[in-house]
């Protein structure tokens, strides 16, 4: 899941050097955090949250066949 994250989220930024993201995995749940640089921010999340909404969405299509939940988590 962080390969994918990381991916998508490089393709949109302006600075994708900046792009860090961390997975942590519990038994259940796999949290992962997206940190890009403050400017790139608005193009993560999109306009009212469609990107980031997408983003989640392709991330849990990916996760459902290891059947844990996976939570994507933007940060700044």
């Known amino acids: 899941m962080k390969e994918l994250v990381e ?3 490089k ?3 302006d600075h994708p050097d900046e792009v860090v993201v961390t ?3 519990t038994e259940k749940s796999i949290v992962v955090e997206l ?5 790139d ?3 993560v999340i999109g306009k009212q949250g469609r ?3 997408a983003i989640r969405a392709v991330v849990k299509a990916a996760a459902s ?3 844990k939940k996976v939570v ?3 940060q700044q």
């Open 7 to 9: 991916v998508i989220a």
């Open 11 to 13: 393709s949109l930024v």
């Open 23 to 25: 997975e942590t995995e």
């Open 35 to 39: 940190k890009v640089a403050s400017d």
């Open 41 to 43: 921010m608005g193009k």
């Open 51 to 53: 990107i980031a909404k």
């Open 65 to 67: 066949k290891d059947d």
């Open 72 to 74: 994507v988590e933007i």
